[in-house]
């Protein structure tokens, strides 16, 4: 079993940076790739973006050049660098790794945005 733990949320104003966490603890040999996603109030949840086990990156287009995903392999954490941040990024935001058991989620951070 894999347990993931966010953290790093808050409120911020328009154009400042956070930087949220994902430590994984448990079965991480088993994790072949690991991913953030957000739900907005009144949303569906979607994907923001993603790593894979050899380091790969990808990104949302609305995300793209803003947020950077990152991984420390000695912690077991995944990083998502926030950078001007907008409202529109105001969202409870998960980490998801997928493994080879099927898929496990964090609890969400919160993340506001003001204007």
């Known amino acids: 079993q894999v347990q993931l733990v966010e953290s790093g949320g808050g409120l911020v104003q328009a154009g400042e940076s956070l930087r949220l966490s994902c430590a994984a603890s448990?079965?991480?040999?088993?994790?072949?790739?690991r991913g953030w996603y957000r739900q907005a109030p009144g949303k569906q949840r979607e994907w923001v973006a993603g790593i894979t086990s050899r380091g790969s990156t990808n990104y949302a287009d609305s995300v793209k050049g803003r947020f950077t995903i990152s991984r420390d392999n000695a912690k077991n954490t995944v990083y998502l660098q926030m950078n001007s941040l907008k409202p529109e990024d105001t969202a409870v935001y998960y980490c998801?790794?997928?493994?080879?058991?099927?898929?496990?989620w964090g609890q969400g951070t919160l993340v506001t945005v003001s204007s």
């Open positions: 448990g079965s991480i040999f088993s994790i072949n790739y």
């Open positions: 998801k790794a997928d493994t080879t058991r099927g898929s496990v």
